[in-house]
């Protein structure tokens, strides 16, 4: 509901694949581990503020997307759609007919990065204007070409937009709109208002609000999904008063930071590494045991431990290269599985900008580092009972970072104060599986390496 207003939402989900090139339908492909209509009605279950979902899709899968649905806080209902785009959306908005919704929130199930704003516009737009699409400027020139073989004329860009989903009506106006042009094939719900006579209106989309209809979209979704970074409230205003937080590598450069806020705010931060009393060995998993064995219960787990020697592989020796894994990435594994964390701990994996690219002279440590980030998400899926996130800092000026690269400019790199504030940050979220990136001011807007 939406400042007291019956709000539904309806995910058109009924086609059959047929450009997308393959057996499976496009809204059933795996897109990071799970099924892309997945991603899109939990972005409409995260608002909070929809009654009603229905789902349009297609009658050979009913069974299956029954099965899949994850529990919900308000009534999803499936409907099998029809031949065509049109008729499936009309087939959804009968389906909401024995309970009538002030407005609808019509979208394409295959465009999973829709945001809440972009929805909460929709269905606030829609309650006053009773019609609005979901448009972006076009970057590319757009050319008239009736025939294809030639160019009758190059319209004015500033006058064209790229219509997106979702686009969003007053019930009554939409389902109208519907019966008196059900004669036709139309591809697009706004179509249907405006030739029904109905003004529509107009909400920002979002270059990353792409739908899926290729292989190559599906691709490239992928890399959005995984570089798609959730932006965390200020930590000023959490209470951690009296909290027990253990911080695995809590003596280095971003630990030490993170501890210190942690204490400023009157948690109990609990630090391990091979410089603490007893030691931690990260590379030794009885010593991570015995570490673990020993601790009270915890209100969340920090893992800032790093290890990097930098230079190429051939100049490195087994004896290296198993150091670096153990540390960055197989220790923290262990410490994830072994820490005693109560139900609603915080769990924060401090991973690295270079875990979106191998690099020269650092290859085994950045993949350290995107193995660190799968199994983030990885883990962040098995146990909903955790808020388990990925912190990802750029380049930070820490003693590790200053002995590997003793000729960069300091003044570029960020601050561990912003890594341990993004960390606290985090520490009051109360979803999971989020990837935070820390940037200073010049890597937003320089070039990174």
Not at 181 to 209: F, K, M, P, W
Not at 390 to 419: G, K, S, Y
Request: charged residues 20%; aromatic residues 6%; hydrophobic residues 40%.
């Amino acid at each position: 509901m939406l400042d007291g207003n019956r709000i539904a939402a309806l995910l058109l989900m009924g086609g059959s694949g047929r450009r997308f090139g393959a057996p499976l339908p496009k809204q059933f492909h795996r897109l990071a581990g799970k099924s892309v209509y997945l991603h899109t009605l939990e972005a409409f279950l995260s608002t909070g503020f929809f009654d009603e979902i229905v789902l349009s899709c297609h009658p050979d899968w009913i069974g299956a997307v029954r099965k899949s649905l994850p529990g919900a806080s308000c009534p999803i209902r499936i409907v099998a759609g029809g031949a065509t785009r049109q008729e499936s959306s009309f087939l959804g908005l009968l389906e909401l007919k024995s309970r009538p919704p002030r407005a609808v929130v019509i979208h394409d199930a295959v465009r999973p990065f829709v945001s809440e704003e972009i929805l909460r516009e929709n269905a606030s737009m829609a309650l006053t204007h009773g019609a609005v699409d979901t448009c972006i400027p076009s970057a590319d020139t757009l050319v008239y070409a009736p025939e294809r073989g030639r160019i009758d004329s190059i319209p004015e860009r500033s006058h064209f937009l790229r219509g997106q989903t979702p686009q969003s009506f007053s019930y009554p106006l939409i389902l109208g709109a519907h019966r008196s042009t059900r004669q036709r094939d139309s591809s697009d719900d706004c179509r249907l208002a405006i030739e029904a006579g109905h003004q529509v209106y107009i909400v920002n989309g979002s270059e990353s609000n792409i739908k899926i209809t290729t292989e190559t979209d599906l691709l490239l979704a992928e890399h959005l999904f995984r570089l798609r970074l959730h932006q965390v409230k200020s930590g000023a205003h959490i209470h951690l008063q009296g909290k027990r937080y253990a911080l695995v590598g809590g003596t280095g450069g971003i630990g030490c930071a993170i501890a210190k806020k942690l204490r400023e705010k009157g948690a109990r931060p609990i630090l391990l590494s091979r410089r603490t009393e007893p030691p931690l060995d990260l590379c030794s998993p009885a010593s991570i045991q015995k570490a673990f064995s020993r601790m009270p219960p915890l209100d969340g787990l920090i893992n800032c431990a790093g290890m990097l020697f930098a230079g190429p592989l051939a100049s490195q020796s087994r004896e290296t290269i198993e150091e670096m894994l153990s540390v960055n990435l197989q220790g923290l594994i262990l410490s994830c599985k072994l820490a005693p964390l109560k139900k609603r701990a915080h769990v924060i994996n401090i991973a690295s900008s270079s875990f979106s690219r191998g690099r020269a002279g650092t290859c085994v440590y950045s993949a350290a580092k995107a193995g660190v980030v799968n199994f983030t998400q990885g883990w962040a899926q098995e146990r909903p009972d955790l808020h388990i996130h990925a912190l990802i800092p750029q380049r930070t000026n820490t003693p590790m970072r200053r002995l590997n690269f003793p000729e960069e400019e300091t003044c570029l790199l960020l601050d561990p104060e912003a890594v341990a504030d993004a960390a606290l940050s985090l520490l009051g979220e109360t979803s999971t599986g989020f990837l935070v990136e820390v940037k200073s001011s010049y890597q937003q807007t320089g070039s990174l390496v």
